[in-house]
């Protein structure tokens, strides 16, 4: 045994990385955490001005980036996506689907239903189809869905997102078989409470009395937190994590 430190796969340096929702929250810290590691990343989102932003702070820093418009259900922008990519970057290694939404809906809106699989679960659907032929070419192909811990408990009134967030956990299971022969890993996070758009409608208070009742770690996660889970994940010599669902939720689901 020598003690050389070696960073042979321990790192994304060079890796071309596609990530969805890049616009904010944990998007948005994702694509600052892999740039800041030396990753090429392709930042897209409905909100284009969004991704400009975060690509405009990744290249004023020194690293590389592109900000793409995508709307995730619609397979033409996905494909272009990808394509945008690969012209750019000469290869596409790393997928983290970070786009969604969450509706607060009775259980019997068609609409929201329709919206939130379409987008949160199809839509992951969506881009890991289009990306694969890339993932499959690449040494260290990567996915990385973002689920919930929605997806082993369930939320009042967010019916339709419980069942997105199952559903994204199925697919991550399902595909982590289906490519096992690919050399493509695809593993999910699983999310508790964390500041980001999505939450921001919740007061402080609430938020607070939350995360002092049912937080191990007694606070709101911050985007960068789960974005360093995604980061283990997608690098080269995580190789033999395969279909696993990571909570990153500060002991939520722990608490009795
Ligand atoms: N914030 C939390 O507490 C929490 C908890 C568990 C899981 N999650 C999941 O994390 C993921 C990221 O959410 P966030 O918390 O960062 O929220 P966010 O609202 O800050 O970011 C979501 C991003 O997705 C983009 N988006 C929405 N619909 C899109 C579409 N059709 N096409 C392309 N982009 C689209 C939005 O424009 C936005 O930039 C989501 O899948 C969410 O369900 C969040």
Redesign the pocket.
């Known amino acids: 045994m020598t003690l050389t430190r070696s960073s042979d796969g321990r790192s994304v340096a060079g890796r071309a990385a596609l990530i969805?929702?890049a616009?904010?929250?944990?998007?948005r810290a994702t694509a600052l955490l892999l740039a800041a590691e030396g990753a090429r990343v392709a930042a897209a989102?409905?909100?284009l001005e969004?991704v400009e932003s975060v690509a405009a702070e990744i290249t004023a820093a020194g690293g590389e980036a592109l900000a793409c418009q995508?709307?995730?259900?619609d397979d033409s922008q996905v494909c272009s996506v990808v394509e945008q990519t690969v012209e750019a970057y000469g290869a596409l290694d790393i997928l983290v689907n970070?786009?969604?939404?969450?509706l607060p809906a009775a259980f019997g809106d068609e609409e929201a239903w329709e919206r939130t699989l379409d987008?949160?679960l199809k839509?992951s659907m969506r881009t890991i189809r289009a990306a694969l032929p890339r993932l499959r070419a690449s040494d260290a192909g990567r996915v990385v869905n973002?689920a919930?811990?929605d997806a082993q408990v369930a939320t009042p009134m967010m019916s339709a997102y419980t069942v997105s967030k199952h559903g994204v956990v199925g697919l991550t299971r399902a595909l982590a078989v289906e490519l096992a022969d690919s050399g493509v890993t695809v593993n999910a996070v699983m999310?508790?409470?964390?500041n980001?758009?999505?939450?921001a409608a919740i007061g402080e208070d609430d938020r607070r009395r939350f995360a002092r009742r049912r937080v191990a770690l007694r606070r709101y996660g911050e985007?960068v937190e789960v974005a360093q889970a995604i980061l283990n994940l997608v690098l080269p010599a995580s190789s033999y994590t395969q279909g696993a669902c990571l909570r990153v939720d500060g002991g939520m689901l722990t608490v009795a």
Do not use: F
């Open positions: 969805t929702g616009g904010s929250g944990i998007g989102d409905c909100k969004a995508l709307d995730v259900c970070c786009a969604g939404i969450a987008v949160n839509g973002i919930s811990t999310p508790g409470p964390i980001t758009g999505m939450t985007p």
